[in-house]
């Protein structure tokens, strides 16, 4: 599978009215796992390298709710670079994926969803390490 198909961009319905808009994102249906973990990223700046691991367990999606960034994925094999920045727009990370979050404008507000609770010992920050792992 390539890098591309492992990590779709995925696009959430927009139920907004004249009212403004609205964005759902449910656990198993919107993005395919059940979420367990939020968090976001703000006040990152354009010289910022955030991430810089690849996670054994936890899958993520990405999302810029305010403002836009970057992530630069690779499997070990191939790299894509997506650029986030609607807030009705997401990038899913399966497991196994290395990711650096870079380039956030200043208004960015990157929100993480995450399939798991925080585990230290599930991630790898090593990229030898990662990539001796992935090709293992
Ligand atoms: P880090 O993994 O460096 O963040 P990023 O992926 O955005 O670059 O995390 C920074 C610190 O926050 C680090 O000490 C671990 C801690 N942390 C948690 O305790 N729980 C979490 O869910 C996350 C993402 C980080």
Redesign the pocket.
Known sequence: MSLQEKCPILHFADLGDERGKLVVIEGGQAIPFQIQ?V?Y?YESDASVI????ANRKSEFVLINVAGQSKVRLTDGAEECIVELNRPMTGVYIPQMVW?D?YDFSEDAILL?L?ST??D?KE?I?DYEEYLKEVKG
């Not at 955030?50 to 691991?53: D, E, K, L, V």
């Open positions: 973990r968090f990223i955030r991430g810089q691991h990711k979050m993480v995450a609770h925080y230290e991630y920050r």
